[in-house]
T-cell receptor, first 112, second 113 residues
């Protein structure tokens, strides 16, 4: 049973470009969470989605960031017009809706 | 508000024990514990639900004191593989379904020979 998949694992973008991060949850999991981790810091919640629904986006910056989890395909976290402060590791986690969350390997975004 | 973990860092010799604490200023429904090695994803260790239940497997166990809004992770007879940063993640209330986790400040644990 494959775990949570994320791609790309590493992404380099220049300031002003767009970044698209993808997350495929574990088989049987319909709930996806996105977290951001700055170097040497903890994980900060960004957004919680179920298929075709955003359940909680209280951790998302109001501008430039958006997330979706379509009926078919992976969840996507989109960052428009990236700035240096967006450089971080972005992790997604999935669960069945009850209990533990399982994390993917993360996407390390570097903005130059 | 972010849970506070203590200690911030600890160095152990192989075979020694450690306790990591996680304290919240809010009432909690559940506490999740994860270990993260440098450059890797957090790995789930265990979940504790409201009720003061103690859980464990092998040499890692945890307790949850809902009155004190505190959880503790116990590592006994530590092994080199225990090295990493330990995070607690908390849920403030039961919504009928899983909700976001608010992660603690982290505890760096290093086990040496």
């Amino acid at each position: 049973n494959a775990g949570v998949m994320q791609n790309p694992r590493h992404l380099v973008r220049r300031r002003g470009q767009e970044a698209r991060l993808r997350c495929s949850p574990m088989k049987g999991h319909s709930h996806v969470y996105w977290y951001r981790q700055l170097p040497e810091e903890g994980l900060k919640f960004m957004v919680y989605l179920q298929k075709e629904n955003i359940i909680d986006e209280s951790g998302m910056p109001k501008e430039r960031f958006s997330a979706e989890f379509p009926k078919e395909g992976p969840s996507i976290l989109r960052i428009q017009q990236v700035v240096r402060g967006d450089s971080a590791a972005y992790f997604c986690a999935s669960c069945t809706g009850v209990g533990e969350q399982y994390f993917g390997p993360g996407t390390r975004l570097t903005v130059t | 508000q972010q849970p506070v973990q203590s200690p911030q860092a600890v160095i152990l010799r192989e075979g020694e024990d450690a306790v990591i604490n996680c304290s919240s200023s809010k009432a909690l429904y559940s506490v999740h514990w994860y270990r993260q090695k440098h450059g890797e994803a957090p790995v789930f260790l265990m979940i504790l639900l409201k009720g003061g239940e103690q859980k464990g497997h092998e040499k890692i166990s945890a307790s949850f004191n809902e009155k004190k809004q505190q959880s503790s992770l116990y590592l006994t007879a530590s092994q080199l593989s225990y090295s990493g940063t330990y995070f607690c993640g908390t849920e403030p209330f039961y919504t009928g379904t899983a909700s976001k986790l608010t992660f603690g400040t982290g505890t760096r644990l290093q086990v040496t020979l």
